[in-house]
């Protein structure tokens, strides 16, 4: 079956312009997450969905960073006047059911962010 | 808070088994220690988890005293394709943290 997919797969923009990023989850999984890795760094939490409520949304690094998720399914995230530091990979990852420690993570391809 | 803490990187040969130990002295009462492996250019891949004791699977053992506070990933006779990050999971309330990772090198 279809994994969790992403686009695109590469963005290069400039300083101050605006991104939006989807993720597709795997049909059926309720739980979507969004995490940024930056290069040859762990991976940084950055908010969950379950369905299409975000109880968290801490892990945002700044007011910039907002998502959403529409029918329980598709999820983008949106960064606003984009700055270098935003530079990373962006990866979305889904699972069956709700955000607990023993439903397995399946992780997309990941969207390369260039902001020049 | 959670936290997790293991080896910044580890080499090994071919055919050796390789333990990487995993530090989650903070670790919750109802959560399950998880490891993903990434490749490259690659999103993580589960691995293997557990609640305690032992959990073997096709890939790979999870050993976990008693006292949960650290759990060890061993992999058997590696290969070079095992050459990748390892990650061990902790959760806070709703986030997944992932630590540093453990970059393991195996050489031929």
């Known amino acids: 079956g279809a994994g969790v997919s992403q686009s695109p797969s590469n963005k290069v923009t400039e300083k101050g312009k605006d991104v939006e990023l989807r993720c597709d989850p795997i049909?059926?999984?309720?739980?979507l997450y969004w995490y940024r890795q930056s290069l040859g760094q762990g991976l940084e939490f950055l908010i969950y969905f379950q369905g299409n409520s975000a109880p968290d949304k801490s892990g945002l690094p700044s007011d910039r960073f907002s998502a959403e998720r529409t029918g329980g399914s598709v999820s983008t995230l949106t960064i606003q006047r984009t700055q270098q530091e935003d530079s990373a990979v962006y990866l979305c990852a889904s699972s069956l059911s709700m955000g607990q420690g023993f439903d397995e993570q399946f992780f997309g391809p990941g969207t390369r962010l260039t902001v020049l | 808070l959670a936290k997790t803490t293991q080896p910044i990187s580890m080499d090994s040969y071919e055919g050796q088994e390789v333990n990487i130990t995993c530090s989650h002295n903070?670790?919750?009462?109802?959560?399950?220690i998880t490891w993903y492996q990434q490749f490259p250019s690659q999103g993580p891949r589960f691995i293997i988890q557990?609640?305690?004791t032992k959990v073997t699977n096709e890939v790979a053992s999870l050993f976990i005293p008693a006292d949960r506070k650290s759990s060890t990933l061993s992999l058997p006779r590696v290969s070079l394709s095992d050459t990748a990050v390892y990650y061990c999971l902790a959760l806070e309330g709703f986030k997944t943290i992932f630590g540093a990772g453990t970059r393991l090198f195996v050489k031929a």
């Open positions: 557990g609640y305690k």
């Open positions: 049909s059926g999984h309720t739980a």
């Open positions: 903070n670790i919750a009462t109802n959560d399950y």
